[in-house]
C-alpha cells in the first residue's frame, strides 16, 4: 500500500472530531450512512494508490510542454481523467437532477485530499472542471446547462476559469478583454488570458472556459465585468464540433506541479471566437466569486495534502536512517554503542512534530470549513446566516494558513533529511517546488490577508468574528471538563483576548478612513489569527482524544489519542506563542511601509 497518508487521521478528523456522520439526518444527505462514506473513501484511496500515486515523481521528471499548439502531458492522464469520471468524482457533490449524487461537502474534500497528496499534479483537472460546471447551474440558463453540464461531469469534457491577464494580474478591475455582442444574442471574445490551470490537453474532446471579460461600453473596474462560456470547440446545429478561434499560445514552465500545465489562451484571434453570457451583464466577478472561494478552499485542501505526505517521508526517514548516538548523563557520546535512528534524537522529534502539528492541524482547518458549507447548504433562516458567516471568515484562513506553514513543515522535512533533502534522488525536494504555488494560487497570502481583515473581521458590524468566537468558547467549555486540557484552555481563552486588543487597535484606523494604516500590516495579522483558530481545531481534536480515552472507546488504538493530545501540546508550547510577538508587531505605533514622498532610496 502507498504510503503518503495516514487514512485513520483523515478518518478520525472526519467523523468523531467533525461529526460528518451528523450530517446525514439532514434530508439531502438521507441516502448515505457512514459504512458507505467509508466505502467511497477507500475507493478513492484504491484509486490513489493504483493510478495517481505511481507517477508523481514522473510527472514532475516529464513536465508538461507546448508543441506545435499544443499543450503534451504525462500518458497517465488519459487513463485517470477516464476513471475519475466513471467514478463520479467530478460532480459527486452535485443535485441527482445534475448528475451527481449529492455527497456531502466533507467527503468530497477528504476524497481530493486522498487524491492531492497521492499526486498533486492531477486532481486540479477534475476539480476545476467540477467548478466550472457548477458555476453554470448556479448562474448560467437552462440551455447552457444541458448543452455543457452533462459532458463536463462525465468528465468527456473539461473545464477551466480564465481571470488572470499579462498586464492586469491580480488585479481583475484592469481587465481588457472584450465581449462584442452579436444579432443572436451571443457575443464574440477578443482578448489574453494567462496562467490557466489545465487550459488545454490532448485528453478530452473539449475544454469549457468560464471566462471574465468586459461587454463593450460597459462600466469601469469591476462593475463592468461579465461572465461568459466560451467552448474550445462550439456545437454546430448538426452536432458536430468546431473549432471557435481559442487558440493555445503556450504553456509556462514551472518550478514544482510541472505536471499541471498552466496556459497561455489568445481568444477572437481571427474574430471567430463565439460565447454566451452566464447570467446577468456586469455580474460577472460575483458569480465568479462562488468559484474563486470553493478553489480557495481547495487550495487550502492541496497544500495540506501535500504537507501530509512530506510528512510520511519524513517520518519514514527518520524511522530508517542510523547517524550518531545519544549522549550518556554525563553529555558525552559512547562510540563503542550502535548508531541511533535519527528519530531518537530530540530536534530530529521536534521538527517531525512541527510538520504533524502543522498539517493535522490546517486538515482540521479545512473539514471545518467545508462542514460550514455543508451546513449552510441545508440550513434555514438565522441557521443559515450563521453557516454562511462562518464560512466567509474561515475561506481565507483555510486557504492561507495551509499554504504558508505548509511551506515551512515541508522546510523542516527538507532539513531531517539533511542533504539528501536537498537531492532529487529523494521526493522531499518536490513536496518543496510542489507546495510553493499554493500561496500564490487564487489570490496571494497578501490578498487574503486583506480580505481577512479588511472584509471579513468587519461583515455585519463584526457578526462573523462574534459567531467564530462564540464556536471557541464552546470547545474551551469542554476542554475545561478535562483537567489535563484546563491549562490549554485557559492559554486559548487568553488568545481570544489578545486577538480583541489587536483588533481594538487597528480598528480606529479604519472608522476614522485611515485605511492604508488599518491595512497595512494585513498578512501579519493573517498569520497571528491563523495560529489562534488552528489552536482551536487542536484544542477541539484534543477534547475528542481525551474523551475517547476516558469512555474506553479507542477505534485507532490508545496511541493514536495520546498522540493527538501530545501534538496538541506541542502546538501550545511551540507554535502558540508566536502571536505575542506577532501582536507587538500589529500594535507597534511606527508605520514603515507605507509610501511617504521622503522615501528611502538605496
Known sequence: MSNYLNMDTLRYQLFDVHGLGGLLQYERFADFDEDALQIFLDAVKDF???????????????????KDGKIITHPQLESILRKGGELGLIGSSFDYDHGGIQLPSMAFTAAYYIMDAANNNVPGYMGLTGGAAELILSFGNDELKDTYVPKMVSGDWAGTMCLTEPQAGSSLSDITTTAYPQDDGSYKIKGQKIFISGGDHEYSDNFIHLLL????????????????????????????????????AGDFQKMGQRGYCTTHLVFGEKDDCQAWLVGQPNYGLKYMFQMMNGARIAVGRGAVAIAAAAYQASLQYAQERPQGRKLTKDGKKDLSSDQVLIIQHPDVRRMLLLQKAIYEGSLSLVLETARYHDLEHVAEGAEKEKYHLLLEI????????????????IDNGVQILGGYGFCSDFVLQQYYRDIRIFAIYEGTTGIQSLDLLGRKITMNNGAALKLLAEEIQQTIGQALTHDELKPYASILGEQLQLSQKVLNFLLPFAMKGNYERFLSDATIFMDFFGTIIVAWQWLKMAVQAKQALVTGKTTYGESFYESNIHTMKFFFKYEVPKTKGLADTLMNEEVLTILEQKELIS
Open 394 to 409: 474561515l475561506t481565507p484562513l483555510a486557504k492561507t494558513y495551509p499554504s504558508e506553514k505548509g511551506r515551512e513543515a
Open 213 to 248: 471579460a468586459r461587454i463593450e461600453g460597459a462600466p469601469a473596474g469591476t462593475k463592468g465585468i461579465s461572465l461568459f462560456v466560451v467552448p474550445k470547440k462550439r456545437i454546430e446545429a448538426d452536432g458536430t464540433l468546431t473549432h471557435n478561434d481559442v487558440i493555445t
Open 48 to 66: 490513489s494508490d493504483q493510478e495517481l500515486y505511481p507517477c508523481f515523481r514522473e510527472m514532475d521528471e516529464q513536465p508538461a510542454y507546448y
